[in-house]
Nanobody, 122 residues
């Protein structure tokens, strides 16, 4: 299984951005997916996850109500829709996959993508 995140870039505060994570492999539909981020000089942070059935969980309170995770199993892609972006959302965003886990502990995920940089200017 290989993951490739894309969609990062520079955006002004208050703007929106949609990240995509394309997954190779025939069994994407059975994988749970997670989004993480890591800001410069900070620990990796769980943004949210989505189970293969579609139920979601979100991490930090700071993203709740602003970020939405959804998936398209036919396209083997999971998305992170981000709105009302703030400078503190600046980070490298990673997607991860696991057949049985979708929570906040990044050590539980079997597969990781290389990340995409999101920069939010004030």
């Amino acid at each position: 299984v290989q993951l490739q995140a894309s969609g990062g870039g520079l955006v002004q505060a208050g703007g929106s951005l949609r990240l995509s994570c394309a997954v190779s492999g025939r069994t994407f539909g059975s994988y749970n997916m997670g989004w993480f981020r890591q800001a410069p000089g900070k620990e990796r942070e769980f943004v949210g996850g989505i189970r293969w059935r579609g139920s979601r969980t979100y991490g930090a309170d700071s993203v709740k109500g602003r970020f939405t995770i959804f998936r398209d199993n036919a396209k083997k892609t999971v998305y992170l829709q981000m709105s009302s972006l703030k400078p503190e959302d600046t980070a490298v965003y990673y997607c991860a996959a696991d057949p049985s886990f979708y929570g906040a502990d990044g050590r539980e995920y079997d597969y990781w993508g290389p990340g995409t940089l999101v920069t939010v200017s004030s």
